[in-house]
Nanobody
Framework: VQLQRRGGLVQAGGSLSLSCQVSGRTFSRLAIAWFRQGPGKEREFVAGISWNGGSTNYEDSVKGRFIISRDKARNTMYLQMNSPKPEDTATYYC??????????????????WGQGTQVTVSS
């Protein structure tokens, strides 16, 4: 599985969409998620979506602002970041593991990881 991503720079209160394309494995059999790691912090769960898109879960600080989604036809996952804050500045990672259930929040469950993309939110 090769995970690719696109990130960027955004102003606080703006919006930014991250994408990650999965290749080399059946996308529909994967639970997928976004994690992030800020400067001097541990990697943390941001948002996850089940294999069929029927269940999503979010870290409390991003609820109501970020939206995770997946496009089966494009084998691509997205993270729509609305009203980002400077504290959202981090390296964001897409991740996946074989599952037909809900995406778990524990990073050790995930077998496939993207290389990470830097997101910087300016105030």
């Amino acid at each position: 599985v090769q995970l690719q991503r696109r990130g960027g720079l955004v102003q606080a209160g703006g919006s930014l969409s991250l994408s990650c394309q999965v290749s080399g494995r059946t996308f529909s059999r994967l639970a997928i998620a976004w994690f992030r790691q800020g400067p001097g912090k541990e990697r943390e769960f941001v948002a996850g979506i089940s294999w069929n898109g029927g269940s999503t879960n979010y870290e409390d600080s991003v609820k109501g602002r970020f939206i995770i989604s997946r496009d089966k036809a494009r084998n691509t996952m997205y993270l729509q970041m609305n009203s980002p804050k400077p504290e959202d500045t981090a390296t964001y990672y897409c991740a996946a593991y074989a599952s037909t259930g809900r995406a778990v929040t524990t990073s050790s469950w995930y077998d496939y990881w993207g290389q990470g993309t830097q997101v910087t939110v300016s105030s």
